[in-house]
Every structure is written in C-alpha cells, then in structure tokens.
C-alpha cells in the first residue's frame, strides 16, 4: 500500500467518524509513511509517535487509531501525533496545544 492510497482510506474513515484528517497534507503523508513503515517492520500499523515494542498484544493501545485517539480530540481537538483532528482545530478556531501523552509508562 501506498501512503497516498492509506491517505484516501484514513480520510473516508475519519469523516465516517465525525473527524478529519490534520489539513496540512505534507505531515499527514509523512504520518502515514511511518505507519505503513512500521506495518512493514512489526505487522502492525503502530502509532509512529511512539515507540513500538514490536509484541502487538503489548502494543495494542498504540495500533492506529489508538485507544487515545478519541479521548485526545475530545479534550484538545486532536490525538497525539495530530494525525485526526476535530473540524474545529483544522478551522483554527480552537488552540493547538500539545497533547500530553496518556499512554502509562513501560518500564
């Protein structure tokens, strides 16, 4: 798969769920690069934020969408590695803020 084709896949996946893509297309494809980067490298599309144990059952939480994503958009308008956003933070009109990491630590 290419970045591009994953782009058309994810866009269609994120207005079906009432979010959108980040709007600055050039970060987005080198998001989706490292994505299909680490489906090649582990099998699994990790979130390419964050750093993959290469154990899918431990990665779970950080396979994309991960399990922060919505929890992300709803109280910044956007996840963690700014890949989905709300309407509102691709408009501007609600402040980019850095969205803190809610993953626990693995130690």
Not at 2 to 13: A, K, M, S
């Amino acid at each position: 798969m290419t970045p591009e084709r994953l782009y058309e896949i994810l866009n269609r996946y994120a207005e079906s769920q009432g979010i959108q893509l980040n709007k600055n297309k050039e970060y987005v494809m080198e998001i989706l690069a490292g994505l299909l980067t680490n489906e090649a490298r582990y099998g699994y599309r990790s979130c390419p934020c964050r750093l993959a144990s290469g154990r899918k059952e431990e990665d779970a939480d950080i396979i994309c969408p991960c399990v922060y994503r919505d929890p992300d958009i709803k109280e910044f308008g956007s996840c963690y590695c700014r890949l989905y956003v709300s309407r509102e933070w691709n408009d501007g009109t609600i402040p980019h803020v850095r969205v803190p990491e809610r993953r626990p630590r693995r130690d």
